[in-house]
C-alpha cells in the first residue's frame, strides 16, 4: 500500500504557541489530502479536505483560522494549530488519496498542550 | 449525526474463534466501504474494502460480507488471533472521498 508519514509523531507546546505538523505522502501523489482529528477510545473527525494547490474546505464546526491546512504540493500538506490551548489536545491523523477511493493514513502526531 | 453505525462497541474473542463486526449505513450515495484496523497510537491501516455491486470479498482471514437491500455490511475475522486485537473502523464515501467512520470495535483476542 501507499505509504504517508507524518512529522513530528508527538509535540508538547505551551498554551499560546503555534504548531505546524506535516504530512507527506512518500509514494504517490496525494491530490487530496485530509486531516482527522481522533480523541481517545474515540473515532477518526473529519477536520478538513485539501486539493494541492487550492484552499482547504473545512468541516462544520471547525475553525479555519485556527487550523490552518495547506496543501502547497502533490506530496505535502501542513497543518497549522494556531494559538494553542489544552483542548487542542489531541491525536491529529492526515490521509492522502490519489484520486481513487482509497485513502491511505499517516501514523498520527499526538499534540499535548500544557 | 452519525451516518455510519457500527456494533458492537467492544468484542472478546477467543483465539481461533470468528470476531464479526456490523455496519449499518442510510446515505445510498456511498458507494464505497473499507475497514481499518488501528492499533494504539498508530493511524489507521486499511485492511479490505468492497463496493455495493459485490456480496462479499474475501482477503485471507477477512472477509466483507456486504447487503445493499438492508444497507448493511460486516466484517469476519477467521481463526482470530491475539495480534488481531486492535481497534477496527468501519466507513463509507461517496465518489468525492467524503469518508465517514464508524464510532469503532475495540476487539480483543484472547489467547
Known amino acids: 500500500g501507499a505509504v504517508v508519514s507524518q512529522h513530528p509523531s508527538w509535540v508538547i507546546c505551551k498554551s499560546g504557541t503555534s504548531v505546524k505538523i506535516e504530512c507527506r505522502s512518500l509514494?504517490?501523489?496525494?491530490?487530496?489530502m485530509f486531516w482527522y482529528r481522533q480523541f481517545p477510545k474515540q473515532s477518526l473527525m473529519l477536520m478538513a479536505t485539501s486539493n494541492e494547490g487550492s484552499k482547504a474546505t473545512y468541516e462544520q464546526g471547525v475553525e479555519k483560522d485556527k487550523f490552518l491546512i495547506n496543501h502547497a504540493s502533490l506530496t505535502l500538506s501542513t497543518l497549522t494549530v494556531t494559538s494553542a490551548h489544552p483542548e487542542d489536545s489531541s491525536f491529529y491523523i492526515c490521509?492522502?488519496?490519489?484520486?481513487?477511493?482509497?485513502?491511505?493514513f499517516g501514523p498520527g502526531t499526538r499534540l499535548t498542550v500544557l | 449525526q452519525q451516518q455510519v453505525k457500527q456494533s458492537p462497541q467492544s468484542l472478546i474473542v477467543q483465539k481461533g474463534g470468528i470476531s464479526i463486526i456490523n455496519c449499518a449505513y442510510e446515505n445510498t450515495a456511498f458507494d464505497y466501504f473499507p475497514w481499518y484496523q488501528q492499533f494504539p497510537g498508530k493511524g489507521p491501516a486499511l485492511l479490505i474494502a468492497i463496493r455495493p455491486d459485490v456480496s462479499e470479498k474475501k482477503e485471507g482471514r477477512f472477509t466483507i460480507s456486504f447487503n445493499k437491500s438492508a444497507k448493511q455490511f460486516s466484517l469476519h475475522i477467521m481463526d482470530s488471533q491475539p495480534g488481531d486485537s486492535a481497534t477496527y473502523f468501519c466507513a463509507a464515501s461517496t465518489g468525492n472521498n467524503d469518508m465517514r467512520f464508524g464510532a469503532g470495535t475495540r476487539l480483543t483476542v484472547k489467547p
Open positions: 509514494d504517490f501523489q496525494a491530490t487530496t
Open positions: 490521509s492522502g488519496t490519489s484520486g481513487t477511493d482509497t485513502q491511505y
